[in-house]
């Protein structure tokens, strides 16, 4: 898998897949070296010979060390490191090895250790693509330099078949990563879920706490205001931030509870206008543009009136923020199919940069001074709510585009 996702359970994985390589690898390596040098060379009543031509008994000694370093890190939970270890010291020992041993001989080349076909096919089960290419194009590259230097065409075996076998290993190493995948980005909505639902009762019990205080005191400062007209201009402003401070109450309490859903027969026309009447003062402000174009008459919708308009509110005063230098806002609502309607918001603001798309709708996440990051996330729950979609296209300095796709028939 990625090195970058170290979740406790993948380590755990690769710990076992660890160990278990490096028995099988000391197993094999060994007890091939017994019966090649040993048992076969016996048998064929050749002379037995465990000191191995190349580089004799060092070579077992290094296979040794290589060993004590990997249980060294191992222990030290540099569990990642181990694999690449075996690997290129694995590559570098038998290059010196094969050379010391028939280079400026007219020995012919003896089929490589068997070793290699467990580097090749075990390549999987570690879940990495890089570690992959570095065995497979290691273990050629390895065999092709050898043909090379010695100029032996026995070398072409070894090549051909682990070309084959690297290809095997790659479909395997292909279905296991997309089980993977599919797993983690199970779990991680999952816990997005549980992040929501905890962050959800807690803006609830907030959001319910601050609602009454709020309330008198909006009373009372309107109060003051009626009592005293000519004595403080800030009265409306102290009323207006109030109603900021309620709005952002409502989109908490949102968050808390699932609301129960009024839907009805609405006309779309309706809400928009209803919106932009909302958002009007505010555009102008600006020095913003807004202009709206519909096909033709427009089929009602089943929704929840009230939660569409914070759709629409909420998208608009995005539009809205982008353009702090004024600009068009262009709204279109086309039929599709005549069984969906597509809504589009189109600003010509600073747009929206790839890293943070990532993080829209996530609680909380905002880039505006006093923005509160709840607006998308409340909007992306209505809009599911509807079963409809919310899609956002955005090009940096150049604006957003904000789709809203809404069934025409629910039920
Ligand atoms: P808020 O508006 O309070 O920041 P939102 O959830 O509405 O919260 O938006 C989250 C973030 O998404 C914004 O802070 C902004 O960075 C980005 N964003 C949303 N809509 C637009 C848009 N039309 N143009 C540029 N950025 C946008
Ligand atoms: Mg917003």
């Excluded at 002379?47 to 004799?56: K, L, Q, S």
């Excluded at 050629?140 to 065409?153: E, F, Q, S, Y």
């Excluded at 026309?269 to 096909?295: D, F, G």
């Excluded at 993080?359 to 909380?364: M, S, V």
């Amino acid at each position: 898998m990625n090195e970058g996702i170290k979740s406790p359970k993948l380590i755990f994985e690769e710990k076992k897949a660890i160990i278990l390589f490096l028995w099988l690898f000391n197993l094999i390596f060994f007890s091939w070296d017994i019966y090649y040098y040993g048992f076969r060379a016996y048998t064929n009543g050749e002379a037995v010979n465990i000191a191995r031509d190349g580089m004799g008994i060092w070579l077992y000694v290094l296979v040794l060390g290589v060993l004590s370093i990997a249980i060294f890190l191992i222990k030290k939970g540099s569990i990642y490191k181990v694999k690449y270890l075996y690997i290129y010291s694995y590559l570098c020992i038998d290059l010196i090895d094969n050379l010391m041993r028939y280079l400026g001989t007219t020995k012919d080349f003896a089929t490589g250790n068997i070793v290699e076909l467990l580097f090749i096919l075990f390549s999987p089960i570690f879940v990495n693509k890089k570690y992959f290419w570095v065995v497979s194009l290691g273990f050629i590259g390895k065999d092709v330099l050898l043909g090379l230097t010695l100029r032996d065409l026995n070398l072409l075996f070894p090549i051909i078949s682990y070309i084959v076998l690297s290809a095997i290993a790659y479909i395997l190493l292909n279905r296991f990563y997309s089980y993977i995948l599919s797993l983690t980005s199970a779990y991680e909505e999952l816990r997005q879920k549980e992040k929501l639902a905890v962050i959800g009762q807690m803006a609830a019990a907030i959001g319910h706490e601050i609602r009454n205080p709020l309330s008198a005191l909006k009373g009372f400062t309107q109060l003051q205001q009626e009592r005293y007209p000519n004595t403080n201009e800030f009265y409306p402003i102290m009323i207006q931030e109030i109603d900021r401070i309620n709005s952002i109450v409502e989109d908490l309490l949102y968050l808390g509870k699932p609301r129960a859903l009024n839907f009805e027969k609405q006309s779309i026309e309706e809400i928009i206008a209803y919106t932009l009447s909302i958002t009007q003062q505010l555009a102008e402000r600006q020095n913003i543009k807004v202009e709206t174009k519909m096909a033709g008459p427009l089929p009602p919708i089943y929704c929840d009136e009230k939660q569409l308009k914070q759709v629409f509110i909420n998208l608009i005063k995005n539009a809205i923020e982008s353009m702090p230098d004024g600009g068009r806002i262009k709204i279109q609502v086309k039929i599709i199919e005549n069984l969906r309607l597509n809504i589009s918001i189109e600003d010509e603001g600073y747009g929206i940069s790839d890293e943070i798309i990532l993080n829209l709708g996530e609680p909380f996440f905002t880039t505006k001074k006093d923005g509160t990051g709840l607006g998308l996330m409340v909007t992306n729950h209505i809009i599911k709510d509807h079963n409809g979609e919310l899609n956002i296209n955005s090009v940096l300095k150049q604006g957003t585009i904000v789709e809203v796709i809404l069934p025409i028939n629910q039920r």
